[in-house]
């Protein structure tokens, strides 16, 4: 007899995959345990050019490898990694960084915002991510919310007001349609009180969660759907703010204990 209930919320169970990243990686080369995640491929070039970043690993599968590099040395050194774009793609590349040695990770990256008023470039401490994609029921009971590590979150708000850096906190959207932005699914989700929308926040905060593993994330405000039409407003080539971000993450790293 056919099950009439959506197969993603057929919850697994807590055990171990066939495929286990612990099991698969625990003979390779580790990394440092804390590490920075960071969506900005041409921020990472630019910093591995200047030799502030030093390359060490790579996650390799289909298509080019995602290089892991390393910030600093010796008890002070970072892991620094770029994770896929999307969902499934982001969590696979968190599962493999925590296979090799990752024990604290803080992530930073970009959205589209649901409020027009918040000016582009705007770093956006995520303070829960809304779950409308799929990897995330993979990795915990069905439910709406996915939730980051509230002290590495508290350390984000921190290290940005130590700054001097105005920002904001709350709620993301996470989902896996980025050409299905409706504006009736808009409204609810500001209805909500979500500032964001992203792809891969709620499932990296289920990863995390369920390898026990604290993990924090903050954005930037990128293009605007708030509105009729959607206002892309060059949110890719701020690269102020996107330099800014990392350096706020690394900074934010930088005190989470060794």
């Known amino acids: ?55 060490s690993e790579s996650l390799r599968g289909e298509g080019d490898p995602l290089p892991v590099y390393v910030a600093g040395r010796g008890r002070g050194a970072i892991a620094v990694a770029r994770p896929g774009i999307s969902a499934p793609f982001a969590a696979a590349a968190l599962e493999e960084l925590i296979g090799l040695g990752g024990r604290a990770f803080l992530c930073c990256g970009g959205a589209g915002v649901l409020d027009g008023t918040i000016p582009v470039g705007t770093p956006i401490v995520v303070t829960k991510a809304l779950r409308d994609e799929g990897t995330s029921y993979h990795y915990s009971r069905p439910s709406r919310w996915a939730r980051p590590d509230r002290a590495l979150t508290l350390l984000l ?88 971000l990392l350096d706020l993450t690394l900074e934010a790293a930088r005190k989470i204990p060794a």
């Open 1 to 55: 007899m056919s099950n009439p209930r959506a197969p993603i919320l057929e919850w697994p169970g807590p055990g171990p995959g066939i495929i286990d990243p612990i099991t698969l990686y625990r003979k390779r080369p580790r990394i440092p345990p804390r590490v920075v995640l960071c969506f900005f491929k041409e921020v990472l070039d630019e910093a591995a050019a200047a030799g502030e970043l030093i390359k």
């Open 157 to 244: 708000a921190k290290v940005c007001k130590e700054a001097g850096v105005p920002f904001l906190r709350g709620a993301s959207w996470t989902t896996d349609a980025v050409f299905r932005e409706t504006p009736s699914q808009i409204r609810r989700r500001r209805a909500e009180g979500c500032l964001t929308v992203e792809m891969e926040a709620a499932a990296l905060f289920a990863v995390a969660r369920f390898r026990g593993i604290p993990f924090g994330q903050i954005l930037y405000a990128g293009d605007d759907v708030s509105g009729p039409r959607w206002e892309n407003r060059g949110w890719m080539y701020q690269a102020a703010a996107r330099r800014r």
